[in-house]
């Protein structure tokens, strides 16, 4: 069984940057899409990046976060990364890391079977 574990969140001013890991344990993650999806308080949670299986060739983002926001993996280091830039006050949300069947699926939050525990990432005014 996969356990997926977020790192990397913290209190950024806005226009900063962050870039969030996710590392997996337990097997590999070669063979999963892997994604990131947020919850703000009093929201539901969304998706934010996901990038494909193996080489991780094809992604797919939310509009909010296309041109800012970079999903890439490192399947030798079983890890997922992803690059925040241009941080908003609107993106302060808890960010979860999680595996699943497909970018298009996960982008509609189906097909996703592993959530990591979420790390809180801030973004002041």
């Known amino acids: 069984q996969v356990q997926l574990v977020e790192s990397g969140g913290g209190l950024v001013q806005a226009g900063g940057s962050l870039t969030l890991s996710c590392v997996a344990s337990?097997?590999?993650?070669?063979?999963?899409?892997m994604g990131w999806f947020r919850q703000a308080p009093g929201k539901e949670r969304e998706f934010v990046a996901a990038i494909s299986a193996g080489s991780g060739i094809s992604t797919r983002y939310a509009d909010s976060v296309k041109g800012r926001f970079t999903i890439s993996r490192d399947n030798a280091k079983n890890t997922v990364y992803l690059q925040m830039n241009s941080l908003k006050p609107e993106d302060t949300a808890v960010y979860y890391c999680a595996a699943g069947s497909n970018t298009l699926s996960m982008a509609n939050m189906r097909a996703i079977g592993i959530w990591g525990q979420g790390t809180q990432v801030t973004v002041s005014s």
């Open positions: 337990g097997n590999t993650i070669c063979m999963s899409a």
